[in-house]
């Protein structure tokens, strides 16, 4: 009968022993069988402070504000000073480094254009001197100022200045109108008629009644006007981006904020915790609360970028800068 029970007994035994084993590792484990070397190797790596405010080991009492915690900890207050101060830089850093790569794509992308546009405006104006002269040499050399004139405003009107398309190519075919029609149509009249004579203004005041040109100064004034009109609000788009990239260089985290990334990032150190990373949800609340000052622009942000793909379309679209400007011929 006693051998019956005894292995019970043992057995019954051996699970209690086990029990307290278990229960006083678990112990040794919470209170002090952790040291804070690992804490103390990514407070130097990560570069948060003097390494002498890390302690060796856990401390039983500790002053926390920001890493509360029951049991020992490897962190102090001067420490949660440090992780505050380190976590601001490097969210910060982060940050501008982003909008750096940002402003950098935009800023390319804005010089590409502006050179696209400035290479096909000259093609445009060496185009047209050179029919000119081919065609019409006895006045190419006279109506060369008044080719000029029409491209610079041109290319002011691109790079945003208050130009009008349509007034610039009117008034070039006005002042091309008195050289075609002295040394063309009337050149008997050549000799005895200057350019800013009263002749010459008359001739300038009636062209588009007397309208010599055809359709052409009004159908490539419409074109210009379409074409140039989506590069220069692409070219308008572009530098507003690169002012939004710039406003972020000025950007403040709050107090609240710095402490939500210190429970995100440091607060695992204080129990040991060196390679826990948080879930991409917390992540995404935390930076929702230290952006929130600027959360309203994603919305407008969002309209922008689809602004400028509209932008993009057009100009590669039936309003083709490049087809327009190269559709600038002399008078028909």
Not at 24 to 42: G, K, L, M, N
Not at 140 to 156: E, G
Request: glycine content about 8%; hydrophobic content about 40%; charged content about 15%.
């Amino acid at each position: 009968m006693s051998r019956g029970i005894c292995p019970r007994v043992n057995s019954c035994g051996s699970f209690w022993i086990l029990s307290a084993v278990i229960f006083f590792a678990a112990t040794v484990i919470d209170v002090d069988a952790y040291s804070c070397h690992e804490v103390r190797t990514a407070f130097q790596m990560r570069q948060v402070g003097p390494l002498h405010r890390v302690p060796e080991t856990p401390v039983p009492e500790t002053d926390l504000m920001v890493c509360k915690h029951q049991g020992p900890s490897c962190c102090n207050r001067k420490m949660e000073e440090s992780y505050q101060f380190a976590v601001k830089r490097d969210t910060l850093h982060n940050i501008h480094s982003y909008s750096y790569e940002l402003e950098h794509l935009i800023s390319g992308h804005s010089d590409a254009f502006q050179d696209m546009f400035q290479y096909l405006l000259s093609f445009s104006q060496g185009h047209l001197s050179s029919l000119l002269e081919g065609t019409y040499t006895s006045l190419s050399r006279h109506a060369l100022p008044h080719v000029n004139q029409l491209f610079s405003s041109l290319s002011h009107y691109l790079r945003g200045a208050n130009v009008s398309v349509e007034a610039s190519v009117h008034q070039f075919f006005n002042n091309l109108f008195p050289l075609v029609y002295t040394r063309l149509i009337n050149p008997g009249i050549e000799g005895s008629m200057m350019m800013g004579s009263e002749m010459a203004d008359c001739l300038r005041m009636i062209r588009q009644d007397v309208n010599p040109f055809g359709p052409h100064p009004a159908v490539m004034a419409q074109e210009l006007a379409g074409a140039l009109g989506a590069g220069r609000q692409l070219g308008l788009a572009l530098e507003e981006g690169l002012e939004v990239m710039n406003a972020t260089e000025h950007l403040s985290l709050s107090k609240e904020c710095v402490k939500g990334l210190v429970k995100m990032v440091y607060c695992s150190h204080c129990r040991g915790l060196t390679l826990i990373k948080p879930c991409m949800g917390y992540c995404l609340n935390v930076m929702r609360g230290c952006l929130a000052s600027v959360s309203e622009l994603d919305q407008p942000w969002r309209r922008y970028t689809s602004l400028l793909e509209q932008l993009t379309h057009t100009m590669a679209g039936h309003h083709s800068l490049e087809l327009a400007l190269l559709g600038v011929r002399g008078p028909r």
